[in-house]
């Protein structure tokens, strides 16, 4: 069955740092870019990372840029998404969504691949 599947998300302390993964079933990570979103209540999906299988280029959106870092585990088959320095508008469900595209699209209407959600919340 071809799924993701995120985790590690939970409530974490303003300024501290969180780790969220994408791990793939079904089919190779290595061959797609993996992007994440995230969403918050009352706000539209929004980009955040993204890193490409074809160049080895990471994107960030500039919110995010110098706090969070893609990495993928090929061996692993995931993608996790390290973030540092959290502040209150990084609570959100963030999804990771995976495409065949070469490059990171910060648009999530070309992903149809995705995982359900991890919450993330950051408290004061």
């Known amino acids: 069955q071809v799924q993701l599947v995120e985790s590690g998300g939970g409530l974490v302390q303003a300024g501290n740092s969180l780790r969220v993964s994408c791990a793939a079933s079904?089919?190779?990570?290595?061959?797609?870019?993996v992007t994440w979103f995230r969403q918050a209540p009352g706000k539209d999906r929004e980009f955040v990372a993204g890193?490409?299988?074809?160049?080895?280029?990471?994107d960030y959106a500039d919110l995010v840029k110098g706090r969070f870092t893609i990495s993928r585990d090929n061996a692993k088959n995931t993608v996790t998404l390290q973030m540092s320095r959290l502040t209150l508008e990084d609570t959100a469900v963030y999804s990771c969504?995976?495409?065949?595209?070469?490059?990171?699209?910060?648009?999530?209407?070309?992903?149809?691949?995705w995982g359900q959600g991890t919450q993330v919340t950051v408290s004061s």
């Open positions: 969504a995976a495409g065949i595209g070469p490059t990171t699209d910060r648009s999530w209407a070309k992903y149809n691949l």
């Open positions: 079904g089919f190779s990570l290595a061959s797609y870019t």
């Open positions: 890193s490409s299988w074809h160049s080895h280029i990471s």
